[in-house]
């Protein structure tokens, strides 16, 4: 049953403390998403890969966030130092790039404290 | 005033109807749409997906409608029924120079009644 993992699902941590989200995209999906989804801004896109590379991640506040795909087998999403107003659920995507679907993981409920 | 959050359209429909939900795109050049339905503590999930050469589209229990003329898309769920309850996203493929990227429109709440 092929599907996307993500990890932690849930993670309550405090103003300024580091966060790493991780995602294990479906083998074989050669793009990856990263969504933040809050009852404010909906569904937002803050970055994505084909092929491990970044192409774009221009709804990702630099100054705290960072993505990479160290392999094609981990997506990482990092946050530092965290602040009360990135808590929301982050979801990570695989898919086979342009026109097709994304398939999405059960997401990291992040709250910052 | 302070945004308290998105208001999230509702559509509230008694079990057996028929389900039209309406999504608005921004983009002409999109050229790929999908339909993704979201259930409290998951992940949205794909329904149907319709690309721009095709108006209509039909799956189980489900059709997506694509108007280009005035960047509209729908999508029909036929004798509804209390697992449809989730919120519905449409999302459009936008065509950038570097690739493509997945955007998402706010979301209709579906809720059927028993």
């Known amino acids: 049953d092929a599907r996307v993992t993500q990890t932690p699902r849930h993670k309550v941590t405090e103003m300024g403390q580091e966060v790493t989200m991780r995602c294990q995209p479906i083998?074989?999906?050669?793009?990856v998403f990263w969504y933040r989804q809050t009852m404010m801004q909906g569904l937002e896109l803050l970055a994505y890969?084909?092929?491990?590379?970044?192409?774009?991640d221009s709804g990702m506040p630099k100054d705290r966030f960072s993505a990479e795909m160290p392999d094609a087998t981990l997506a990482t999403l990092k946050i530092q130092p965290s602040e009360p107003r990135d808590s929301a659920v982050y979801f990570c995507?695989?898919?086979?790039?342009?026109?097709?679907?994304?398939?999405f993981g059960q997401g990291t409920r992040l709250t910052v404290v | 005033g302070e945004s308290v959050g998105l208001h999230l359209p509702t559509l509230s429909v008694q079990e057996g109807d028929n389900s039209i939900i309406n999504c608005a795109y921004s983009?002409?050049?999109?050229?790929?749409f999908i339909w993704y339905k979201q259930e409290s503590g998951k992940g949205p999930q794909f329904i149907i997906d319709?690309?721009?050469?095709?108006d209509k589209r039909q799956g189980q229990r489900v059709t997506v409608l694509l108007n280009k003329t005035v960047k509209h898309l729908s999508l029909q769920i036929a004798a509804t029924q209390p697992g449809d309850s989730a919120v519905y996203f449409c999302?459009?493929?936008?065509?950038?120079?570097?690739?493509?990227?997945?955007?998402f429109g706010a979301g209709t709440i579906l809720r059927v009644k028993s």
């Open positions: 995507a695989s898919g086979w790039g342009a026109n097709s679907e994304a398939f």
């Open positions: 890969f084909r092929n491990r590379a970044p192409l774009d």
């Open positions: 319709i690309r721009s050469n095709m």
């Open positions: 083998l074989g999906h050669n793009t």
């Open positions: 999302a459009e493929n936008l065509d950038m120079e570097y690739g493509n990227k997945l955007v």
């Open positions: 983009n002409s050049a999109s050229d790929y």
